[in-house]
């Protein structure tokens, strides 16, 4: 493991129960990196990855997650970009139930201070011990300063008669290279099982 | 150790009913699994599903998927199975498109794998993805095995499988 971890009473941030962690190495071999990873905690509802390097040209994040909330229900994740909690981001989402496919949005101008990935996609602690949800992220030209940036999700949670899969856009409404991904509960904490990693992806 | 790293590739030389990776390494976050296949008919006919089979253990199994057909989007879901099911679209020389990523498949959580298949097929086609759920806390070791049902995977299909390895 080669991440470090910092408390939050030596960053500001405008988030409760935040952790940091900054990548004090690589491992370096290929096209696609492992840059760092990290596991939760059971005491908050936020894993970022920060100070992460511009030398790539994709990143991709790959989560297996469950909330410690008790529920016998489901959450929404979210995705907060350089620690930016304005008004600046756009999702679209399109996801099957097992009943029915259903598309809708969270696209309205100057609303939402995160990137929904999914609805209901990931279990809280009173569902059936084990069941994890799964979620890929990919940001693709994150250190670009002239583009807006567009995210893309490929997540979902099953559990034998429950469940979603989920395909999501998201737009973060900035210029700026991406230096840090946090990866939000909509509430409770990542329990213990939970992991996440984060990948580079060079260019030629 | 590379970060993404290929394991194991199986090319079809003739039609197979079963492609199994076996004694699957322990020492990745994830693997995955890179298909490209057609079925031919050995018994009644084409159900076009490809069965996915985890361990000798069987367990149970069950998923939930949307797919999209050029006309209308649609979602189901199986429960209680004792494999994961993923339609194959294909037909003549156009060849359906598998991809499936089995999370933590060491870990002691139950195993979610996602699948992405997509096939057109000049007029028609299918794109559909899938959350899969195999209950076992036990680690994915000792096979992975793809079954064409009561057909074959026709000759030419490969399967390449993938380990994954977080920093």
Redesign the interface.
């Known amino acids: 493991?080669?991440?470090r971890s910092f408390k939050t009473s030596s960053i500001k941030t405008g988030e409760k129960r935040s952790k940091f962690w900054d990548?004090s190495?690589?491992?370096v071999?290929?096209a696609?990196?492992?840059?760092?990873?990290a596991a939760g905690t059971g005491s908050s509802g936020t894993i970022t990855f920060s100070s992460i390097p511009a030398t790539y040209q994709h990143l991709q994040i790959?989560c297996?997650i469950r909330c410690d909330e008790a529920a016998n229900a489901y959450r929404d994740l979210r995705i907060r970009l350089n620690g930016d909690t304005g008004t600046n981001y756009n999702a679209h989402l399109?996801?099957?139930?097992?009943?029915?496919?259903?598309?809708t949005h969270r696209a309205d101008a100057n609303t939402y201070t995160y990137i929904t990935a999914g609805l209901d996609a990931y279990p809280r602690n009173l569902v059936t011990a084990?069941?994890?949800?799964?979620a890929?992220i990919d940001i693709h030209d994150y250190a670009s300063t002239s583009k807006n940036k567009t995210t893309r999700q490929?997540?979902?949670?099953?559990?034998?008669?429950a469940?979603?899969?989920f395909?999501s856009s998201g737009l973060w409404r900035s210029l700026s290279a991406i230096n840090s991904v946090s990866i939000i509960s909509e509430a409770g904490n990542w329990t213990t099982?939970s992991?996440f990693?984060?990948?580079g992806i060079k260019g030629a | 150790m590379?970060?993404?790293?290929p394991i194991a590739t199986t090319t079809l030389g003739s039609a197979a009913s079963t492609v199994t990776f076996s004694s699957i390494p322990q020492t990745y976050?994830?693997i995955k699994c890179v298909i490209v296949t057609q079925e031919v008919a050995s018994g009644s006919g084409l159900g076009e599903n490809l069965l996915v089979r985890v361990n000798n253990t069987l367990p149970?199994q069950?998923?939930?998927?949307?797919?999209?057909n050029g006309s209308?989007?649609?979602?189901?879901?199986k429960?209680?199975q004792s494999y994961g099911y993923i339609k194959i679209p294909f037909t003549g020389s156009n060849w359906g498109l598998v991809e499936i990523?089995f999370?933590?498949y060491t870990?002691?959580?139950?195993k979610?794998?996602?699948s992405?298949t997509s096939g057109d097929l000049n007029g028609s086609g299918e794109v559909i993805?899938?959350?899969?759920?195999a209950?076992m806390?036990t680690a994915i070791s000792n096979r992975i095995q793809f079954e064409a049902g009561s057909n074959s995977f026709a000759a030419g299909s490969t399967f390449t499988l993938y380990g994954?390895?977080?920093?």
């Not at chain 2, 993805?129 to 759920?133: A, E, F, G, I, S």
């Not at chain 2, 994954?164 to 920093?167: S, V």
């Open positions: 493991m080669s991440i990548q190495a690589v491992i071999n290929g696609y990196e492992a840059i760092a990873s790959r297996l399109l996801y099957g139930d097992g009943t029915s496919a259903i598309s084990n069941v994890m949800g799964v890929i490929f997540l979902g949670v099953d559990n034998n008669g469940g979603r899969v395909m099982q992991q990693a984060l990948y | 590379a970060t993404y790293e976050t994830d149970t069950s998923q939930t998927t949307i797919s999209g209308s989007a649609s979602s189901n879901r429960t209680s990523d999370f933590n870990g002691s959580t139950f979610t794998y996602l992405s993805r899938t959350v899969h759920l209950q806390t994954i390895l977080k920093a």
